[in-house]
C-alpha cells in the first residue's frame, strides 16, 4: 500500500467516523426533540382531558340548575293554584252560607261599612228579597237607624254595596275575598304547606 492510499483511507475513515458521530448526534437530537414533542402532546391531551372534564361537570351542573328551577317553578305554580283554591272555596262557602249566618255577615259588613254614617244597601235581586230586609234591620238595631234597604238591585254574587250620596262601598264577596287574598295569600300558603 503506497502513502496516497493509506491517506485516503485515514481520509476516509476519518469522514466515516465525522459522518457517524454527526449522524449519532442528529439521531440524539432527533429523540430529544421528538421526546419533548411527545411530551407536549401528553400535556396538551390531559390538559384537553381536564378541560373538557370540567366543561362537561358545568353542562351537568347548569343542567342540574335548570331543572331545579323548573322544578320550583312548578312547585310554586301548584302551590299558587291551591292557594287559589283555597280562596275560590271561602268565596263559595260565603256564597253558600245558610240564611241565618248569611243574615249576620251582611249585617256585621253594613255596620263597619257604614261607621257613624248611613246609606242604602244594594243587593242582588235575590238576596234583597232573601236576606235584605233583615240584614238592614239587624244592622240598624245595631246603628240606631241609619242604613235603608235600596229599591234598586244590582247583579252580584254575594254582599252588596253600601250607597251613601256619591260614595259607594263594595261589600260584595267576590271584592272582600279579593282584598283578603291580596293581605292574606302568604298566610293562607304557610297554613297549607307548612313545610316551606
Not at 52 to 61: F, Q, Y
Not at 74 to 101: C, G, I, M, N, Y
Not at 134 to 154: F, I, M, P, Y
Not at 169 to 188: H, I, W, Y
Amino acid at each position: 500500500m503506497n502513502g496516497i492510499e493509506k491517506i485516503t483511507d485515514r481520509i476516509a475513515a476519518e469522514a466515516q467516523s465525522e459522518i457517524d458521530r454527526v449522524l449519532a448526534g442528529a439521531k440524539a437530537e432527533t429523540e430529544k426533540i421528538s421526546e419533548k414533542y411527545r411530551a407536549q402532546a401528553d400535556r396538551e391531551a390531559a390538559e384537553a382531558a381536564v378541560k373538557n372534564e370540567k366543561v362537561a361537570e358545568e353542562w351537568e351542573e347548569r343542567l342540574v340548575s335548570v331543572a331545579q328551577m323548573e322544578a320550583r317553578k312548578d312547585l310554586l305554580a301548584a302551590r299558587q293554584s291551591q292557594v287559589e283554591a283555597a280562596f275560590e272555596l271561602a268565596l263559595k262557602t260565603l256564597r253558600d252560607l245558610p240564611e241565618d249566618r248569611y243574615i249576620a255577615v251582611a249585617a256585621d259588613l253594613l255596620v263597619r261599612a257604614a261607621g257613624e254614617g248611613g246609606g242604602e244597601a244594594v243587593f242582588s235581586p235575590a238576596d234583597r228579597e232573601k236576606i235584605g230586609r233583615a240584614a238592614v234591620d239587624e244592622a240598624n238595631r245595631r246603628l240606631n237607624g241609619k242604613l235603608t234597604l235600596s229599591d234598586q238591585t244590582r247583579p252580584l254574587k254575594g254582599g252588596f254595596i253600601l250607597v251613601d250620596g256619591s260614595v259607594e262601598v263594595n261589600c260584595t264577596f267576590d271584592t272582600l275575598v279579593r282584598l283578603q287574598k291580596g293581605e292574606m295569600a302568604g298566610e293562607v300558603a304557610a297554613v297549607l304547606f307548612p313545610e316551606g
